[in-house]
Every structure is written in structure tokens, then in C-alpha cells.
């Protein structure tokens, strides 16, 4: 890649232009192009010292970067796509956004598609960024990647919550539910109860955890009622499926629950508040994602948070890294979740 940069005069042949590529510069500094190229996009990533030595040779050598040159030299668009299985999931809505942010910080702009939770529109988006010519994509594929989709991608490629034969982000959310188990666990309660889906899928095994937990305690979950994890605010049934276990069940029998998302933890405080029962003071409720409801709602929410920004910053990280020319092997980083604990679990409270 050819970076120009003013030249000095010479009394034979004039103004020349001298030429001075990132390789030069990493080169001179001992780095790789890739911590050049964070240096100058003013990455948070790197250390001080890191810093000063490239932006001495940056100087140095004259070099001046210039993002057109850069993107013929390179045939680069400067272009992520960033594909979604369902933007209703208030989730990757805090996430498109980090990404974005993250994304602005190496000079890159970002594409967004919504597969709405269709294969067909999956692979059209995908086939769309190809034409486009993204320089990379992430991606949050719908259920089990389809291989034959995923194998056949030949850009660099960074996979969230769910493994390909590609760069990968796994956060583990067996490890949320076991945080909101020992948590309940901790605050006393033995007769729980959870809401969400009871097939664990490929990066969902929220309920595996929360339930191992228990029994390595010797208590068994009292309630487990089934509910689709892919609703949305407009087509969920979770109240229905709530209220029509406490038309038929005491409910504050159950003292603690946990929801899989916080929309159906919602739902939850809900019909316990039809029913006269109060949250946290009868009756405590956890929920998952950590989205801005379970700041808002009343009482807040407790809630297991993914780390949005964490994870943002590794995929944009690790899809510019394989860019630049960086390995195209598969890779895994795995990411936890934590537990953010507030009123609708807190102990005590209105007591």
C-alpha cells in the first residue's frame, strides 16, 4: 500500500514525491501494521510507550496517512457489514452501537442488516455485503450457523454468541444463570422458579446453569414454564403463560424467579402485581440483558449484563487485525456476563 507525502525540491529533476507505506513505519518502530494502524486511529488499546515509539517514526519518516490513497492502494471500502438475526432484541441495539463507536476508531463505517430471524434474509445480507464489498463482517447468526453459509464467507469474519469456523465471541450465558443462582442462594430462597425456553441452545444455557447450581445444593427448581426466547414486545405470550400458572398456583409460593430476558421479567412483576403480591417484598424476580427496562422499571430490575462494550471493542478488534493481514484461523474469546444487582431482588427492601 502507497502512502504519499510532500516531497522536497531538487534542482534536477524538481519537487519529487517521496513514498512512505505503514510498513515502513512499523518496520522502523518494531510493531506490527496493525498497532500502526491503532495508533493513528487513536485506539484506547494502546499503551503510552506504544504510542510515543510509532508517532516518533510516524514523524520521522514524513509518513501521512490518507484514507483514499489507502483505499485504492489496498482495493479497500473502509466498509464493516454488521449483520443481526433480530434487532427487536433491545440487546443488539446497545450493542450496533458500540460497534459503531468502535468501529469509527480505525475509520471505518458500518453497514447494518436485520435478518429478522429468517434464514432466506440471512444469507440475501450476507450476499449483499459480499456485492457491497465490505472489508470484513460480524455477525450474530440465527440459531445453529448454518456451516455451508458461514464456511463459504471469503472476507474476514467475526461470529458473536454463536462458534463458526471463523473468529469468535462466546459470552457464556450458563455463567449468568449460575450468578443469579447463587445470588437467590445467598438471600435465602429455596423455592424458585424459572420462565424462558427449556431447550439449551447452541450459547443459551442460561437455564442449565441456573438449575445446576441448585442441585449441586440439593434443592430442585419448583417451577420451569416454558416460553419462546425469540418474542418479541408485540407477539410474546409470557404474561398469558405467568398468570395462568398463578390462576392455578399460590403465587407466592414461588419467592424467587428468574426471567430470560428482562421483557419477560417484566412480565413477571406484572401479574405477581395483579395477584397483590409485591416485588421485592413477597416476591423477587431477575431478569437477563440488562437493557435499559431494568433501569427504568419500578422497582429497577436486577439483571445479567453481556459485556457490550468488552465485547464490541474484541470483534472490531479482531476483524481489523485479520484485514490488515493479521491470521485467518479460527479463533475463540470467551467473555462472562455479570450480574447487575437492584431493587427487584434486593433483600429487605420494604421491610
Given at each position: 500500500?502507497?502512502?504519499?507525502?510532500a516531497?522536497?525540491y531538487?534542482?534536477t529533476k524538481?519537487?519529487?514525491?517521496?513514498?512512505?507505506?505503514?510498513?515502513?513505519?512499523?518496520?522502523?518502530?518494531?510493531?506490527s501494521?496493525?498497532?500502526?494502524?491503532?495508533v493513528?486511529?487513536?485506539?484506547p488499546?494502546?499503551k503510552?510507550?506504544?504510542?510515543?515509539?510509532?508517532m516518533?517514526?510516524?514523524?520521522?519518516l514524513?509518513?501521512?496517512p490518507n484514507?483514499?490513497a489507502?483505499?485504492?492502494?489496498g482495493?479497500r471500502?473502509?466498509?464493516i457489514?454488521?449483520?443481526?438475526?433480530?434487532?427487536?432484541?433491545?440487546l443488539y441495539?446497545s450493542?450496533?452501537?458500540?460497534?459503531?463507536?468502535?468501529a469509527?476508531?480505525?475509520?471505518?463505517?458500518v453497514?447494518?442488516?436485520?435478518?429478522q430471524r429468517?434464514k432466506?434474509?440471512?444469507?440475501?445480507?450476507?450476499n449483499?455485503?459480499?456485492?457491497?464489498?465490505?472489508?470484513g463482517?460480524?455477525?450474530?447468526p440465527?440459531?445453529?450457523p448454518?456451516?455451508k453459509?458461514?464456511s463459504?464467507?471469503?472476507?474476514?469474519?467475526?461470529s458473536?454468541?454463536?462458534?463458526?469456523?471463523?473468529k469468535?465471541?462466546?459470552?457464556?450465558s450458563?455463567?449468568?444463570?449460575?450468578?443469579?443462582a447463587?445470588?437467590f442462594?445467598e438471600l435465602?430462597?429455596?423455592?424458585?422458579?424459572?420462565?424462558?425456553?427449556?431447550?439449551?441452545?447452541a450459547?443459551?444455557?442460561?437455564?442449565?446453569?441456573?438449575?445446576s447450581?441448585?442441585?449441586?445444593?440439593?434443592?430442585r427448581?419448583?417451577?420451569?414454564?416454558?416460553?419462546?426466547?425469540?418474542e418479541?414486545a408485540e407477539?410474546?405470550?409470557?404474561?398469558?403463560?405467568?398468570?395462568?400458572?398463578?390462576?392455578a398456583?399460590d403465587?407466592?409460593?414461588?419467592?424467587?424467579w428468574?426471567?430470560h430476558?428482562?421483557?419477560?421479567a417484566?412480565?413477571?412483576?406484572?401479574?405477581?402485581a395483579?395477584?397483590d403480591?409485591?416485588?421485592?417484598?413477597?416476591?423477587?424476580?431477575c431478569?437477563?440483558?440488562?437493557t435499559?427496562?431494568?433501569?427504568?422499571m419500578i422497582?429497577?430490575?436486577?439483571?445479567?449484563?453481556?459485556p457490550?462494550e468488552e465485547?464490541?471493542?474484541?470483534a472490531?478488534?479482531m476483524?481489523?487485525?485479520?484485514?490488515?493481514?493479521?491470521?485467518?484461523?479460527t479463533?475463540?474469546?470467551?467473555?462472562?456476563?455479570?450480574?447487575?444487582?437492584?431493587?427487584?431482588?434486593?433483600?429487605?427492601?420494604?421491610?
Amino acid at each position: 500500500m502507497i502512502e504519499e507525502k510532500a516531497g522536497e525540491y531538487n534542482p534536477t529533476k524538481g519537487f519529487e514525491i517521496t513514498m512512505v507505506t505503514m510498513e515502513e513505519v512499523a518496520k522502523a518502530a518494531h510493531v506490527s501494521r496493525a498497532t500502526v494502524s491503532r495508533v493513528l486511529s487513536n485506539h484506547p488499546s494502546i499503551k503510552m510507550e506504544t504510542r510515543s515509539n510509532v508517532m516518533y517514526w510516524v514523524k520521522k519518516l514524513g509518513y501521512e496517512p490518507n484514507q483514499v490513497a489507502q483505499s485504492l492502494a489496498g482495493n479497500r471500502t473502509n466498509i464493516i457489514g454488521v449483520l443481526f438475526s433480530d434487532l427487536s432484541n433491545p440487546l443488539y441495539a446497545s450493542l450496533m452501537a458500540a460497534i459503531v463507536h468502535e468501529a469509527e476508531k480505525y475509520g471505518y463505517n458500518v453497514i447494518l442488516g436485520d435478518a429478522q430471524r429468517e434464514k432466506a434474509r440471512e444469507v440475501n445480507i450476507i450476499n449483499g455485503f459480499k456485492r457491497r464489498k465490505v472489508d470484513g463482517i460480524i455477525v450474530r447468526p440465527i440459531g445453529t450457523p448454518n456451516k455451508k453459509v458461514y464456511s463459504g464467507i471469503n472476507i474476514p469474519m467475526v461470529s458473536l454468541f454463536k462458534q463458526t469456523e471463523k473468529k469468535n465471541i462466546i459470552i457464556s450465558s450458563e455463567m449468568g444463570g449460575i450468578q443469579v443462582a447463587k445470588h437467590f442462594l445467598e438471600l435465602g430462597h429455596k423455592n424458585v422458579g424459572y420462565i424462558g425456553p427449556l431447550k439449551s441452545l447452541a450459547g443459551n444455557n442460561k437455564l442449565q446453569g441456573f438449575r445446576s447450581e441448585f442441585e449441586k445444593n440439593g434443592i430442585r427448581l419448583k417451577a420451569v414454564l416454558e416460553c419462546n426466547q425469540h418474542e418479541t414486545a408485540e407477539n410474546q405470550k409470557s404474561f398469558e403463560i405467568i398468570n395462568q400458572y398463578f390462576e392455578a398456583h399460590d403465587p407466592a409460593k414461588i419467592t424467587a424467579w428468574f426471567a430470560h430476558s428482562d421483557l419477560v421479567a417484566s412480565d413477571v412483576i406484572r401479574s405477581l402485581a395483579k395477584h397483590d403480591i409485591q416485588v421485592p417484598r413477597d416476591v423477587i424476580v431477575c431478569g437477563y440483558n440488562n437493557t435499559l427496562l431494568a433501569k427504568k422499571m419500578i422497582p429497577t430490575l436486577s439483571s445479567v449484563a453481556s459485556p457490550i462494550e468488552e465485547l464490541a471493542e474484541n470483534a472490531v478488534s479482531m476483524l481489523i487485525n485479520e484485514i490488515n493481514g493479521g491470521s485467518e484461523e479460527t479463533e475463540v474469546i470467551d467473555l462472562y456476563p455479570r450480574l447487575i444487582v437492584r431493587e427487584s431482588t434486593s433483600k429487605g427492601l420494604y421491610k
